[in-house]
């Protein structure tokens, strides 16, 4: 299974995942996405990403200066992105559920 | 902290920028902080390999962020502005949607040709994009977006859009 494929569709629940645990940029985001397990994520797929649900209101952002180099644009969850994070959180279990259901039904 | 960019860093934001032309200044901005800070996680040598050319990465980025391609005219330019005297007439196409790289002696006598432009610059990069202002009345062509070869003329023939 293209795996790329997937990621497509959960990409935003990734990116609301990794925010939950506290504010960070973008180039951080990819390495906790990819230290995750995610090492086929894009990176313009998830700056895409970011300017997307941050247009739609769901991250707020921040530019603050490094002391290392170019400013950093910090992003976080707004509360309609906890919400959108919670529903989705949800989603992806029921259809895990079943995916799993139709897996054990397969082996069976 | 204001930081200089290096040339790598700075040419491949231009080549983004140049696939961006069409976005509004706010949007071109949300990606080049972020760019700008991956950046410079990077070494210059391994910009390329680890983010792909820009034409990619810039479609990625707007797929990704679902923004729509606005191109409305044929006159993107990615200038690069170095010491022209060993490569008097030398450009380069960069892109399928019409960028090209000049160097500064034909920059330089391009340029009054295809006013109105904004010139977006990073460091010894800039891009050119056509501008509307409608004080000026300078017609929104519409026109479909054009091959490279179409819109690409040898450096230091451009006309005027309108002569073309």
């Known amino acids: 299974m293209d795996s790329t494929q997937l990621l497509k569709g959960v990409l935003d629940t990734a990116v609301l995942a990794v925010l939950k645990r506290g504010r960070t940029y973008g180039y951080d985001l990819l390495r906790e996405l990819r230290e995750a397990g995610l090492d086929e994520v894009g990176d313009a797929s998830v700056y895409g990403t970011l300017r997307r649900l941050f247009g739609g209101g769901f991250l707020t952002s921040e530019i603050v200066p490094s002391e290392e180099g170019p400013a950093r644009k910090y992003y976080a969850l707004s509360a309609a992105g906890k919400d959108l994070l919670e529903h989705s959180v949800k989603s992806w279990q029921g259809f895990a559920s079943i995916m799993n259901d139709l897996f054990e039904e397969e082996a069976a | ?164």
């Not at chain 2, 993107?76 to 000049?102: K, N, W």
């Not at chain 2, 002696?105 to 990073?122: E, H, K, Q």
């Open chain 2, 1 to 164: 902290m204001n930081t200089t960019l290096s040339a790598t860093t700075a040419r491949y934001l231009a080549g983004v920028a140049a696939e961006l032309t069409d976005l509004s200044a706010e949007d071109r901005d949300d990606v080049f902080v972020d760019l700008e800070t991956h950046l410079a996680e990077l070494e210059d040598n391994r910009i390329e390999d680890e983010l792909g050319d820009p034409s990619p990465f810039a479609a990625e980025f707007r797929r990704s962020a679902g923004l729509e391609h606005r191109r409305s005219g044929r006159w993107t330019m990615l200038a690069e502005c170095q010491d022209a005297e060993s490569y008097p007439q030398d450009h380069e196409i960069l892109t399928d949607s019409g960028a090209v790289r000049f160097q500064r002696d034909s920059f330089g006598r391009i340029v009054p040709n295809l006013y109105p432009l904004d010139l977006l610059r990073y460091n010894d990069y800039g891009v050119l994009t056509e501008m509307a202002p409608p004080s000026l009345g300078f017609p929104d062509r519409g026109v479909p977006e054009p091959s490279a070869t179409e819109s690409i003329a040898p450096a230091g023939s451009y006309n005027s859009p309108s002569g073309r």
